[in-house]
């Protein structure tokens, strides 16, 4: 019995070498402390900044494109090709220069082969370190989709025109991710995902996802990166962001709560992969608890966006101040991990 025993260990045991030896280099992860002593701003000037800067703008610019194409902005529709030249055009005013990133899918509906595509920009850094800031670019075919998710794309563009006009220089790369087919099924985070070499994979420091960033009943949602609330803790890395993000609506005395991490999001491929992820989200169907509606006011018993997927989820349809702090709290954390030495 010893004997067969014996050799299964040594068996074993040159198995792990091999996997030791063949698995790519540890991702970098960021201790929390060192996240927020990167930060060259306070979370309360920023929440101002982001107060005067003109997120509404882009809702504005969102809701023409759907007016103009039949109602929405879905993958494969000329709402989408508008609302990709509109955050094009933005990245380009403020010096970044946007590469869109076409991959096939499968429409169900029209029993077709068709072309979509991610929209990507990055900043200066060290590519050995990048951070992935990401929204989904695309609505439902039944509606304007203006909380879902043209408030998640509004955060990334004033993100993004916020560090560009800073003048701060990023010692890591951020590449800002405009994801195609999300409504789909998740399909041009997945595709980022998928062609991404093991190395590229463990360059990846983190995925920030944000997808609702104003629902009209909603709240201030960060995902669980620790497990402490759902038990599902995201993958190594994951409680440095949800920290940030907490640490952010703290600072500032807005009360947060943490949420799941259900597969419902871009989040998941990056998961998925073992990369470090979460992020911001304001509710979608879930309907609003009495804890929730201390925390965060609001109407008792009622869902977060009662226009989830419908054709209401239009410009009314947003929470004006929800959008400013969820703003804030994305150009927080991406500012913070940009300046982190990894
Ligand atoms: N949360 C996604 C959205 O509305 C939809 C979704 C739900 C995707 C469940 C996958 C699984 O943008
Ligand atoms: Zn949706
Ligand atoms: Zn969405």
Redesign the pocket.
Known sequence: MGKPTHKAGIAFLALMLILSACSSPARTVPKPETLVTALPVRANEVHETFAKRNLMGHLEALQRVADESGGNRAAGTPGYEASARYVEEQLRAAGYNPVRQVFTYRDEDLEENRETFNILADTAGSADHTIVVGA?LD??RRGP?IN??ASGVATLIETARWIAETGVEPKNRVRFAFWGA??VDLLGSQHYVDELSKSEISQTAVNINI??AASPNGGRFVHDGDGSSFGDAGPAGSQGLESILLDYFSENSLPAEPTGFIGDSDYDAFFRAGIATGGLFAG?VGTKTSEQVQKFGGTLNQDHDPC??RSCDNIENINQELLTEMGGAMGYATLAYAMTQM
Request: aromatic share 8%.
């Open positions: 989904h609505s439902v989709g879902d998710n999300e409504e997808d609702m979608d989830y997927h």
